[in-house]
């Protein structure tokens, strides 16, 4: 996880118990105000924790939890219960449009919408995955200019496509740029 952090400057934060090192640790990435964020945590030592205190409704062998129970992993490994670490993103996409395409996603292809969250499922679950590419994130400055420009030049801007097509409605806005910039000196 550190290495995925560091690769995209992405803030780290580990947490552990100082007083009690079989309670297990947490590392985060990513800020808690972030729109993307993971943590990756020893499952096995807090299921061993919540055991021990005897948590209400925890059911857990704790006999077998303190002797190294064997849990059967998805592609046949036997693992001691102490040594699972689970890993989890949070996602929280800034606009409508990332919402709606994170509402119809299977829960592994959430690690999409992140260059860097791409990256550790990648190195912790050997997953490839593409960026998800959802568009119409955060509206810059920009997105209001064309806006506007399409809001009050809209017929024009169109009457132009209808002539030369998008590609040299292109270079013809390009050459009437250049041409105004000369003029001004």
């Given at each position: 996880?550190?290495?995925?952090?560091?690769?995209?400057?992405?803030?780290?934060?580990?947490?552990?118990?100082?007083?009690?090192?079989?309670?297990?640790?947490?590392?985060?990435?990513?800020?808690?105000?972030?729109?993307?964020?993971?943590?990756?945590?020893?499952?096995?030592?807090?299921?061993r924790q919540r055991a021990?205190?005897?948590?209400?409704?925890?059911?857990?062998?704790?006999?077998?939890?303190?002797?190294?129970?064997?849990?059967?992993?998805?592609?046949?490994?036997?693992?001691?219960?102490?040594?699972?670490?689970?890993?989890?993103?949070?996602?929280?996409?800034?606009?409508?449009?990332?919402?709606?395409?994170?509402?119809?996603?299977?829960?592994?292809?959430?690690?999409?919408?992140?260059?860097?969250?791409?990256?550790?499922?990648?190195?912790?679950?050997?997953?490839?995955?593409?960026?998800?590419?959802?568009?119409?994130?955060?509206?810059?400055?920009l997105d209001h200019k064309?806006?506007?420009?399409?809001?009050?030049?809209?017929?024009?801007?169109?009457?132009?496509?209808?002539?030369?097509g998008a590609q040299d409605?292109?270079?013809?806005?390009?050459?009437?740029?250049?041409?105004?910039?000369?003029?001004?000196?």
């Amino acid at each position: 996880m550190l290495r995925v952090a560091k690769k995209h400057a992405i803030a780290a934060k580990f947490e552990a118990d100082a007083l009690d090192k079989l309670a297990g640790a947490t590392q985060y990435l990513g800020a808690p105000s972030s729109d993307y964020r993971a943590r990756g945590y020893q499952k096995g030592l807090q299921m061993r924790q919540r055991a021990l205190a005897g948590m209400r409704g925890y059911k857990c062998d704790v006999k077998a939890l303190l002797n190294g129970l064997q849990v059967e992993m998805h592609d046949g490994r036997l693992v001691d219960a102490r040594d699972l670490v689970r890993v989890e993103a949070q996602i929280r996409p800034p606009t409508k449009k990332g919402k709606l395409a994170l509402a119809t996603l299977d829960p592994q292809d959430c690690f999409a919408f992140s260059p860097w969250l791409v990256d550790l499922a990648q190195s912790v679950f050997e997953m490839n995955l593409v960026k998800l590419d959802v568009r119409g994130q955060k509206i810059t400055d920009l997105d209001h200019k064309v806006s506007w420009m399409v809001k009050h030049y809209g017929a024009t801007i169109q009457e132009l496509l209808d002539m030369y097509g998008a590609q040299d409605m292109g270079v013809f806005l390009a050459n009437e740029l250049a041409k105004q910039k000369q003029a001004q000196g």
